[in-house]
C-alpha cells in the first residue's frame, strides 16, 4: 500500500513540474498556428484527462506538439481564405475527420505502419518543420510583423526586421533564449536548476520585464540609442478568454471534402500519427522499468483525444517527446502524471487567467524557436552524413521539397528518391515491396531467410512475419542472400534486437561480413556485390 501511495505522489510531483513546462508551449504552439491561445491548453487539458484513460501509453505526455504547427497554421491560412476565424473551424472539421481516421488505424492495428517511412525522410521532415517554425518566430521576438508568409521569403526578410526591431520586445526574445539556451549547460554546475524547468525561468523573467514595459497598455517609447518612436501594448501578450468555457468552439464541416481541406487531414492522420508512435518507442527505450508500449492502444487514446479536441476548438494532440521525457526525468511512475498534468492545466486556466494574459509573446517565441533549432540542428546533417552520403540526399531533398511546397510533398519526394535509389543498387520492383523470406524452424529456434532486398518499404512484411514467432526464444535473421540491406531496416533490426532482451529473448543478425557498407557508420546500408538479383526457388513471398 505504501508504495501504491507513494507511486500517485511521484506522478503528481511529475504532472505538476510538466505541467509548468507544458503551460507556455501550448499557448506558443497554439499562436504559432494561427489557433487561439487557449486551443492549446484544451488540448492538453483533454489529453491528460481524457486520453490517459483511454490506453495512453504509461509515461508519456499528450498534448499539441511543435511538430504539426506547419500543417495547423497552413489548413488555417488555405482553408479560410484570409478569414482566420472561418479557417480556424474549417481545420477543426480536418482534425475531427483525420482524428477518426486514427482510431480506424488503431482498430486495424496499423501501430506499426510509422515502421514504414525511412529514417532520414522523417529526420528531413522534422528539420524542415523546425525551419518552417524559425522562419516565423523570429520575427515575433524581434516585436516585428513580416509581409511574407512562406518559409523562404521569411527567413530572406529576418536581416530587414533586426533593423526594425523593437528593443524592449527584442530585450525580452533575447534573454529568453540565453536562459533557454543556456539550461542544459549550467544544470550540471548548480544542482537545484535540475528540478527548475527551463521554461518556468522564462517566465519568471518575461512576465516581470513585461510588466515593467507595461505591456498592459498601449503606448509608445522613444529609444535613447536610435531616438526611434516604438509601439507597445497588449497586442503583445497573450490574449485570453476569461472564461474558459466560452473558448469551446465547434467545427465547420462545410467544405471538408474539398480538395484542400482532403489535404489537410491527411498530412493530419499521417503526420499526426507517425510523429507520436515515434515518440512512443522513444519513451519507451527511455522506461526505466523497461515496459513495452501498445501502439495500437496509444494511437487508439490519441486518435480519441483528436476526436473531442477537434470537436471543441483544441489542436491536435500527439504523444509528445520533450514533455514525455522530462515526465520520465521527473520521476513519474504510471499514467497517472499525464492525467495530473492536464488536471494541473485546467485548474490554472479556470482560476488564473489573468495571470497568463501577462506572458509576452515574445517569451514563448523564444520558447518555438528553440525548440526549431534543436529540430534542424546541424548536428542532424551531420548525424545524417555520418550514416551515409546517400542519407544526406534524402534528407536534404524531403527538407528542400517541404520548405518550397509543404509536407506531404516533402516526404513524398523523400520517399521517391529513396525508391530510385534502391531501384539502382539492384533491388527488383517487385521485392521493393514484398520481402522473400525462407523459414526453417527447429529445436525451439528460428531462422528467417531475406532474399533479394531487406528494405523500408517491406520491413512491414519482414516485422509480421517476425511478429509470428512471437512464442520463440531464438529467431535468426540471415541476410546472406540479400542484395541490399537499407539503412532504415538495419535500424530497425538494431532497435528488435534490444527489444527482444527486454523481454529475455534472442535476435541474432547473421550473414553481412560480405556486404560492402557505403560508410562506416554501424547502422549504414549494405549491399552485397556479385549476388543474383531476386529470390531463390525455395523462397515464399510474406504476406
Same mark, same amino acid.
Given at each position: 500500500?505504501?508504495?501504491?501511495?507513494?507511486?500517485?505522489?511521484?506522478?503528481?510531483?511529475?504532472?505538476?513540474?510538466?505541467?509548468?513546462?507544458?503551460?507556455?508551449?501550448?499557448?506558443?504552439?497554439?499562436? !504559432?498556428?494561427?489557433?487561439?491561445?487557449?486551443?492549446?491548453?484544451?488540448?492538453?487539458?483533454?489529453?491528460?484527462?481524457?486520453?490517459?484513460?483511454?490506453?495512453?501509453?504509461?509515461?508519456?505526455?499528450?498534448?499539441?506538439?511543435?511538430?504539426?504547427?506547419?500543417?495547423?497554421?497552413?489548413?488555417?491560412?488555405?482553408?479560410?481564405?484570409?478569414?482566420?476565424?472561418?479557417?480556424?473551424?474549417?481545420?477543426?472539421? !480536418?482534425?475531427?475527420?483525420?482524428?477518426?481516421?486514427?482510431?480506424?488505424?488503431?482498430?486495424?492495428? !496499423?501501430?506499426?505502419?510509422?515502421?514504414?517511412?525511412?529514417?532520414?525522410?522523417?529526420?528531413?521532415?522534422?528539420?524542415?518543420?523546425?525551419?518552417?517554425?524559425?522562419?516565423?518566430?523570429?520575427?515575433?521576438?524581434?516585436?516585428?510583423?513580416?509581409?511574407?508568409?512562406?518559409?523562404?521569403?521569411?527567413?530572406?526578410?529576418?536581416?530587414?526586421?533586426?533593423?526594425?526591431?523593437?528593443?524592449?520586445?527584442?530585450?525580452?526574445?533575447?534573454?529568453?533564449?540565453?536562459?533557454?539556451?543556456?539550461?542544459?549547460?549550467?544544470?550540471?554546475?548548480?544542482?537545484?536548476?535540475?528540478?527548475?524547468?527551463?521554461?518556468?525561468?522564462?517566465?519568471?523573467?518575461?512576465?516581470?520585464?513585461?510588466?515593467?514595459?507595461?505591456?498592459?497598455?498601449?503606448?509608445?517609447?522613444?529609444?535613447?540609442?536610435?531616438?526611434?518612436?516604438?509601439?507597445?501594448?497588449?497586442?503583445?501578450?497573450?490574449?485570453?478568454? *476569461?472564461?474558459?468555457? *466560452?473558448?469551446?468552439?465547434?467545427?465547420?464541416?462545410?467544405?471538408?471534402?474539398?480538395?484542400?481541406?482532403?489535404?489537410?487531414?491527411?498530412?493530419?492522420?499521417?503526420?499526426?500519427?507517425?510523429?507520436?508512435?515515434?515518440?512512443?518507442?522513444?519513451?519507451?527505450?527511455?522506461?526505466?522499468?523497461?515496459?513495452?508500449?501498445?501502439?495500437?492502444?496509444?494511437?487508439?487514446?490519441?486518435?480519441?483525444?483528436?476526436?473531442?479536441?477537434?470537436?471543441?476548438?483544441?489542436?491536435?494532440?500527439?504523444?509528445?517527446?520533450?514533455?514525455?521525457?522530462?515526465?520520465?526525468?521527473?520521476?513519474?511512475?504510471?499514467?497517472?502524471?499525464?492525467?495530473?498534468?492536464?488536471?494541473?492545466?485546467?485548474?490554472?486556466?479556470?482560476?488564473?487567467?489573468?495571470?497568463?494574459?501577462?506572458?509576452?509573446?515574445?517569451?514563448?517565441?523564444?520558447?518555438?524557436?528553440?525548440?526549431?533549432?534543436?529540430?534542424?540542428?546541424?548536428?542532424?546533417?551531420?548525424?545524417?552524413?555520418?550514416?551515409?552520403?546517400?542519407?544526406?540526399?534524402?534528407?536534404?531533398?524531403?527538407?528542400?521539397?517541404?520548405?518550397?511546397?509543404?509536407?506531404?510533398?516533402?516526404?513524398?519526394?523523400?520517399?521517391?528518391?529513396?525508391?530510385?535509389?534502391?531501384?539502382?543498387?539492384?533491388?527488383?520492383?517487385?521485392?521493393?515491396?514484398?520481402?522473400?523470406?525462407?523459414?526453417?524452424?527447429?529445436?525451439?529456434?528460428?531462422?528467417?531467410?531475406?532474399?533479394?532486398?531487406?528494405?523500408?518499404?517491406?520491413?512491414?512484411?519482414?516485422?509480421?512475419?517476425?511478429?509470428?514467432?512471437?512464442?520463440?526464444?531464438?529467431?535468426?535473421?540471415?541476410?546472406?542472400?540479400?542484395?541490399?540491406?537499407?539503412?532504415?531496416?538495419?535500424?530497425?533490426?538494431?532497435?528488435?534486437?534490444?527489444?527482444?532482451?527486454?523481454?529475455?529473448?534472442?535476435?541474432?543478425?547473421?550473414?553481412?561480413?560480405?556486404?560492402?557498407?557505403?560508410?562506416?557508420?554501424?547502422?549504414?546500408?549494405?549491399?552485397?556485390?556479385?549476388?543474383?538479383?531476386?529470390?531463390?526457388?525455395?523462397?515464399?513471398? !510474406?504476406?
Amino acid at each position: 500500500m505504501q508504495s501504491h501511495s507513494s507511486g500517485w505522489k511521484s506522478d503528481a510531483v511529475s504532472g505538476f513540474l510538466v505541467f509548468l513546462i507544458a503551460l507556455p508551449l501550448c499557448l506558443g504552439i497554439a499562436m !504559432a498556428s494561427g489557433f487561439p491561445p487557449v486551443a492549446g491548453i484544451l488540448t492538453a487539458v483533454i489529453g491528460g484527462v481524457v486520453a490517459t484513460w483511454m490506453g495512453s501509453a504509461r509515461l508519456t505526455i499528450k498534448g499539441p506538439a511543435a511538430g504539426l504547427i506547419v500543417i495547423a497554421l497552413g489548413a488555417v491560412q488555405e482553408l479560410g481564405g484570409g478569414d482566420m476565424r472561418l479557417g480556424y473551424r474549417r481545420a477543426l472539421a !480536418a482534425i475531427t475527420v483525420a482524428a477518426v481516421i486514427q482510431i480506424v488505424f488503431a482498430l486495424v492495428r !496499423a501501430g506499426t505502419f510509422g515502421d514504414f517511412f525511412p529514417s532520414s525522410v522523417v529526420h528531413g521532415m522534422l528539420a524542415a518543420i523546425g525551419i518552417i517554425i524559425f522562419s516565423k518566430q523570429a520575427h515575433v521576438l524581434l516585436g516585428v510583423s513580416p509581409a511574407g508568409t512562406q518559409p523562404l521569403k521569411l527567413l530572406g526578410e529576418i536581416p530587414h526586421s533586426l533593423s526594425l526591431l523593437n528593443p524592449e520586445i527584442a530585450l525580452i526574445g533575447v534573454l529568453s533564449l540565453v536562459i533557454l539556451f543556456g539550461h542544459p549547460y549550467l544544470k550540471g554546475r548548480l544542482a537545484w536548476l535540475k528540478r527548475v524547468p527551463a521554461p518556468l525561468l522564462v517566465l519568471l523573467v518575461a512576465v516581470p520585464l513585461g510588466l515593467a514595459f507595461d505591456l498592459g497598455h498601449a503606448h509608445t517609447y522613444t529609444f535613447s540609442l536610435t531616438h526611434e518612436a516604438y509601439k507597445l501594448g497588449p497586442d503583445f501578450l497573450v490574449n485570453l478568454p *476569461s472564461n474558459f468555457l *466560452s473558448a469551446i468552439t465547434f467545427p465547420d464541416f462545410s467544405a471538408v471534402f474539398s480538395a484542400a481541406s482532403l489535404k489537410y487531414i491527411a498530412m493530419f492522420a499521417l503526420v499526426g500519427s507517425i510523429e507520436s508512435l515515434l515518440s512512443v518507442k522513444a519513451i519507451d527505450s527511455l522506461d526505466p522499468e523497461q515496459h513495452r508500449s501498445n501502439l495500437d492502444k496509444d494511437l487508439l487514446a490519441t486518435g480519441v483525444g483528436n476526436l473531442a479536441a477537434g470537436l471543441l476548438g483544441g489542436l491536435p494532440m500527439i504523444s509528445e517527446i520533450v514533455r514525455s521525457s522530462a515526465n520520465i526525468g521527473y520521476g513519474a511512475k504510471s499514467r497517472l502524471s499525464n492525467f495530473f498534468h492536464g488536471l494541473f492545466l485546467l485548474v490554472f486556466v479556470a482560476f488564473a487567467p489573468a495571470l497568463i494574459h501577462r506572458i509576452p509573446l515574445a517569451a514563448l517565441a523564444a520558447m518555438l524557436i528553440y525548440t526549431g533549432v534543436r529540430l534542424a540542428s546541424p548536428r542532424e546533417f551531420v548525424k545524417t552524413f555520418r550514416i551515409g552520403p546517400e542519407q544526406l540526399l534524402i534528407f536534404g531533398v524531403t527538407l528542400m521539397t517541404t520548405l518550397a511546397t509543404d509536407l506531404l510533398v516533402g516526404v513524398a519526394a523523400g520517399i521517391v528518391v529513396k525508391l530510385g535509389m534502391h531501384l539502382l543498387n539492384g533491388a527488383t520492383p517487385r521485392g521493393l515491396f514484398r520481402p522473400f523470406i525462407v523459414e526453417r524452424e527447429e529445436d525451439g529456434r528460428v531462422e528467417l531467410r531475406v532474399e533479394g532486398a531487406a528494405v523500408f518499404s517491406n520491413f512491414l512484411g519482414l516485422k509480421k512475419r517476425l511478429a509470428r514467432f512471437s512464442h520463440v526464444r531464438e529467431v535468426i535473421i540471415d541476410l546472406s542472400r540479400a542484395r541490399l540491406v537499407d539503412h532504415t531496416v538495419m535500424e530497425k533490426l538494431h532497435q528488435l534486437e534490444s527489444e527482444f532482451g527486454r523481454e529475455q529473448r534472442h535476435l541474432e543478425l547473421r550473414g553481412l561480413n560480405e556486404h560492402r557498407r557505403f560508410s562506416r557508420h554501424p547502422l549504414a546500408a549494405r549491399k552485397k556485390p556479385g549476388l543474383r538479383i531476386g529470390p531463390s526457388q525455395d523462397a515464399s513471398s !510474406a504476406s
